[in-house]
């Protein structure tokens, strides 16, 4: 049997080096979990989009907005059950740096085109029935305090106000989603609203929908009633792209730019890092501990198992390194996402991610600890004894 | 005022090489990922900045923040280009000054999935205002009131459809591609054609800015201020290297605190990996530190010997660093422009900037990893010191 | 019935800075079992060196070496490994005990390559160091002990595998007078009462003594005279 307990017992000698080692390991690990999941984040959209909601929307560019007169047309279409306008307002709350979206969408739609949204607060009724009635996401609502009927003032950016002043919206609801496609932090008004501050001259700004939110029929073929979509505005004025809801979201991650390769070169220079400090540890252990390698040996111990015992030093003080790192992502997880609020909402540090840190932490451990342990295996004994350590 | 000789400490560090190498290539990493990260933020900033003329100016709309919120009506641009005394309006020519529109497209990539190419649709005015800076490269400019465009140098192997030649087909309108252009700054990312014919090919009626070249002498601040209030068309007004400043703050913001945030975590684990060398390097020389004191020396002397000694690792860190991330310089990449949300093509800078923050980094990672083994070397005395075996 | 250990043509070359010296050149010995030998001789002449080679911690160049009927210059590295388990005990002049483990880890450190249980490994330990005095320093470690002490630690943990030959290279080197005759008192103890045999390489003549026969070898790593004891 191994001489197992000797392992610990090497680690845990030099108790600084030990844990300035297993701390920086922690850290890295974090670190790498943290990445991962803001990847993970940024994809969690699109992999939870719905199958039976397509989004129509101008094939030149996000900043054209169609005629109103598509939104009839796109309901006629075999296969579409419901239409939904839909309009990015672009304001902020008091300081440009409070983000979060508003939306201006035909109210009457959209508790039925998004069963996601559910209030826990107020009621739909009421957010229909009032013409400047709002709903309001819970991550949002609890950062800033709106609560039921209060009047929250957004001002316009993208569509001013002629006289300066700000939107005022009453909150008639506040809503959690039910999953990841939709955030907590988003804040939905009547298109109505904006319709007629534009007609009126109330409000100016680009004229139009921004983009409009189908739910098909159920049975429906969505590739045929995409093209069927596509192929009606084809001479124009505004040609448009129908897309899946996983496909638009899609395109706003891939616009943000080739985040996986930028993060997998973070993440590469981070792991070279921690294998070194592990390495250099590992290093200086084996060294230390020569002459005690001449002694197993001689006391018949196979070159094998004195091998063992350095490999499973390494591997133990990566598992305990990486194994608090592990800790210290999962556990953080609520105080992060938080901190990221409502700018990027959906943060989760999800199981994959831990098995991926659990996976590195073993890779780390394995390579920082193959040298030292196939040095004590070549080690001749008489040469090991030698030594003075 | 006794020190230790600097060779002593040199020495020790080549005889002690494998934990010097892991050590100075643990800091090197984690310099190197800073490095890259302040090179790309330099090669964003310093494409707009460097670049943005002093004498060219600018209109926006009031309350925009960039040329893609900015709308000017027809109307409204062409009463602020007629009749604004400031522009200056040669004898022998047509005045100095230009009406644009902006859009932010949406291209195929060549590559495969899509991202935002700007397409700017201008006036003749805009070539006489920036002359020079503009040349076309390859097949010619654009012939007015037609449908062909320009397409900047950047473009042609990254986007679809962008080399002389092709045919671009914006909304339903198809538009050739008959020449290429080079411009020092941004625009050699952008698509430029005449924009009265881009304008009804895309069914956006409008300008989004006005640029111009002032009369000698003009107060800028004053003329700011002006327009400011102006009853007619109030707008901001800032030079065109002002303008591009302020397209870069977001980015360079985020990726500033990125370098920052991603420096301090592998900083940790670098000062970790120092300390632990230094630490090993101690407990190696605590006999010759006895003989040392014996002899004479004075503990301080100790002390800065440890930290000179810690400062060189750190400071080959820093280099090796360097010569990681200075292949990075040029390298092109792209990067999405949050505020206006359009690609840019730009290279990676490292400037002598971005090597003495690096540097500097190194060494106070250095001095922060030999601070506790220094004092511990410091406060032994020589007969402990002398003892151990 | 030949003898316990039959050393014969034994070569031993050492390659240093370029110059290669014959440590041992083609010696021939028999060493009989129950037997406590102490090898003497001038530096450079090789005891040692033939310790370690009888003990299978180092491989001769030429001859044969047969323990117990074995010739272990013909094993492997594994085989030699477990052979040293086996029938083997070694006792240091630096002690080399492991100092993160305490006195009595130390002595059951053999006993992990033989099947017996925990509870019988601390048992036959716990036994071992009874037998060299050390009972109630079971928990220490040898940072904690002086140099005597950790040597009858070595001492218990040679034995408590019960091998069949104890090799000793210079084992009271680091000892004063005192623990000196202390551990010469358990080897001969290990030889008469036990039946171990001991070979033991000394320059300590007193130590010598202690014997029963003393093999001197010539610088040249060749057989000088052998003289009994006792």
Same mark, same amino acid.
Not at chain 2, 23 to 40: E, N, Q, R, Y
Not at chain 2, 103 to 125: C, D, F, M, S, Y
Not at chain 2, 330 to 348: H, I, L, S, W, Y
């Given at each position: ?19 300035? &080692? ?89 508790? +039925? ?12 009724? *009421? ?29 316009? $950016?993208?569509?001013?106000?002629? *006289? ?32 007629? +501050?534009? *007609? ?6 680009? $004229? ?22 596509? +192929? ?10 129908? &897309? &899946?809801? $996983? ?25 070279? +890092? ?20 001449g002694?197993?040996k001689a ?53 994959? &991610? ?18 030292? $342990? ?6 001749s004994v008489i040469d090991a004894l030698r030594r003075?350590? | ?14 005889? /002690?090489?494998?934990?010097? !190498? ?9 310099? @190197? ?13 310093? #494409? ?91 097949? /010619?400019?654009? =012939? ?50 005449? /924009?009265?014919?881009? @304008? ?13 070249? !002032? ?91 440890? #930290? ?17 991330? !200075? ?37 106070? #990672? ?7 083994? =220094? ?5 032994? /005395?020589?007969?402990? @010191?002398?003892?151990?075996? | 019935?030949g003898a316990l250990i039959q050393l014969r043509g034994l070569v031993k070359v050492y390659t240093r800075g370029g110059e290669t010296l014959r440590v041992l050149d083609g010696l021939d010995l028999d060493l009989e079992a129950g037997g406590f030998y102490a090898l003497m001789g001038p530096s450079g002449s090789g005891k040692t060196t033939l310790l370690n080679l009888v003990g299978g911690l180092d491989r001769a160049d030429e001859g044969r070496i047969v323990v117990d009927g074995e010739d272990i210059a013909a094993m492997?590295?594994?085989?030699l490994?477990?052979w040293r388990?086996?029938k083997v005990g070694f006792v240091f002049q630096g002690f080399n ?54 040597q009858?630690?070595a001492i218990?943990?040679a034995?408590?595998?019960?091998p069949m030959l104890v090799l000793a290279d210079e084992p009271t080197g680091d000892l004063?007078?005192?623990?000196a005759d202390?551990v010469l008192a358990l080897l001969r103890?290990l030889n008469e009462?036990?039946?171990k045999t001991i070979l033991m390489v000394t320059h300590d003549h007193a130590a010598a003594q202690q014997a029963r026969t003393i093999v001197h070898l010539d610088k040249g790593g060749r057989l000088g005279r052998i003289e009994a004891v006792r």
């Open positions: 049997m191994p001489p197992f307990q000797l392992v610990w017992r090497n680690l845990t000698k030099r108790k600084a080096r030990f844990l300035l &080692t297993a701390g920086s390991l922690a850290i890295a690990i974090f670190l790498l979990c943290l990445l991962r999941s803001l990847v993970v984040a940024l994809e969690a959209g699109v992999k939870a989009a719905a199958a039976d909601r397509l989004i129509v929307q101008s094939k030149v560019s996000l900043f054209v907005y169609l005629p109103q007169a598509y939104g009839t047309k796109i309901a006629a279409v075999e296969g579409v059950e419901r239409v939904m306008r839909w309009n990015w307002f672009g304001g902020y709350y008091q300081d440009q740096g409070n983000f979060f979206a508003q939306f201006a969408c035909d109210q009457d739609e959209l508790q +039925a085109i998004y069963p996601e949204i559910q209030l826990v607060d107020g009621s739909w009724d *009421d957010f229909q029935r009032d013409r400047q009635a709002c709903i309001v996401g819970e991550a949002t609502a609890s950062k800033y305090g709106f609560k039921v009927g209060d009047s929250v003032p957004i001002i316009g $950016a993208l569509f001013p106000k002629t *006289d300066g002043t700000t939107w005022d919206f009453r909150v008639a609801g506040i809503y959690k989603s039910t999953k990841k496609n939709v955030d907590d932090a988003t804040l939905f008004f009547h298109y109505k609203y904006l319709e007629n +501050a534009l *007609d009126s001259g109330e409000g100016s700004g680009p $004229a139009g929908v921004g983009i409009f939110v189908v739910k098909m029929s159920p049975g429906a073929d969505r590739t045929e009633v995409m093209s069927r979509i596509d +192929a009606m505005f084809e001479q124009g004025p505004q040609v448009v792209q129908t &897309t &899946t809801e $996983a496909e638009f979201q899609a395109q706003f991650v891939s616009m943000i730019g080739n985040v996986p390769l930028f993060v997998s070169s973070i993440g590469g220079g981070v792991m070279v +890092a921690i294998l070194l400090a592990a390495l250099n540890t590992m290093l200086m252990a084996a060294r230390e501990q020569t002459r005690d390698i002694v197993l006391l018949g111990f196979g070159d094998g198992v004195v091998a063992g015992v350095l490999l499973w030093q390494s591997l133990a003080l990566c598992a305990f390194g990486g194994g608090a790192g592990i800790l210290l992502a999962a556990s953080t997880e609520d105080s992060v996402a938080r901190m990221l609020g409502t700018v990027f909402p959906g943060y989760e540090v999800t199981a994959g &991610t831990l098995w991926s840190a659990a996976g590195a932490t073993l890779l780390v451990g394995l390579v920082a600890g193959v040298g030292p $342990a196939l040095r004590a295996r070549g080690l003075t350590g | 005022m006794a020190l230790v000789p600097l060779s002593y400490n040199l020495r020790s560090l080549v005889v /002690r090489r494998s934990a010097t !190498l892991l050590t100075v290539l643990g800091i090197g990493a984690t310099v @190197a990922v800073l490095a890259g990260v302040l090179a790309l933020q330099q090669g964003f900033a310093t #494409l707009f900045v460097e670049n943005g003329r002093d004498d060219v100016v600018v209109f926006l709309r009031q309350g925009s923040t960039n040329e893609g919120d900015s709308v000017f009506s027809l109307e409204r641009a062409q009463i602020l280009m007629k009749t604004l005394p400031d522009i200056e309006r040669p004898i022998d020519g047509p005045p100095l000054v230009s009406a644009e529109m902006y859009l932010a497209v949406r291209r195929e990539k060549v590559g495969g999935g899509e991202t935002n190419v700007p397409i700017r649709g201008v006036q003749q005015g805009t070539f006489r205002i920036l002359g020079d800076d503009i040349r076309v490269v390859e097949g /010619r400019a654009f =012939a007015p009131g037609t449908d062909e465009v320009v397409v900047g140098s950047k473009l042609a192997d990254r986007i679809a459809d962008c080399r002389v030649g092709d045919t671009l087909v914006l909304n339903t309108t198809p538009f050739r591609v008959v020449g290429m252009f080079d411009h020092p700054g941004p625009f050699k990312s952008e698509i430029w054609g005449d /924009r009265d014919r881009l @304008a009804e090919a895309l069914e956006r009626p409008v300008f989004n800015r006005v640029i111009a070249k !002032l009369k000698d002498g003009v107060d800028l601040g004053e003329l700011k201020e002006r327009m400011e209030s102006d009853p007619q068309v109030p707008c901001k007004v800032m030079t065109e290297r002002e303008y591009l400043g302020s397209q870069t703050t977001a980015f360079s913001f985020v990726l500033r605190v990125l370098g920052a945030f991603l420096a301090a975590i592998m900083g940790v684990a670098a000062v970790f990996t120092a300390t632990n060398t230094m630490l090993a390097a101690l407990a190696a020389r605590t006999n010759e530190i006895g003989i040392l004191l014996s002899l004479g020396f004075k503990p301080w002397a100790i002390f800065a010997s440890f #930290l000179f000694e810690s400062l060189v690792l750190g400071l080959l860190g820093g280099i090796v660093g360097c010569l990681m991330a !200075l292949p990075l310089n040029g390298v092109d990449t792209g990067a999405m422009n949050f505020q206006t949300f359009t690609e840019v093509a730009f290279a990676f800078r490292v400037t002598p900037q971005v090597m003495v923050v690096a540097v500097c980094f190194s060494l106070a #990672l250095g001095l922060l990893g030999g601070a506790l083994p =220094a004092l511990r070397a410091a406060s032994l /005395r020589p007969t402990q @010191a002398l003892r151990r075996d | 019935m492997t590295g594994p085989e490994a477990e388990a086996e005990l492991i100092p993160v483990l305490t006195a009595q880890e130390n002595v059951e450190l053999p006993l992990l390559l033989t099947r017996l249980s925990r509870g019988q490994r601390k048992e036959h330990a716990k036994s071992a160091l009874e037998l060299v005095g050390l009972g109630d320093r079971r928990s220490h470690r040898p940072s904690q002990l002086s140099g005597g002490q950790e009858r630690v218990a943990r034995l408590v595998s019960d004063d007078r005192k623990s202390d103890l009462k036990y039946g």
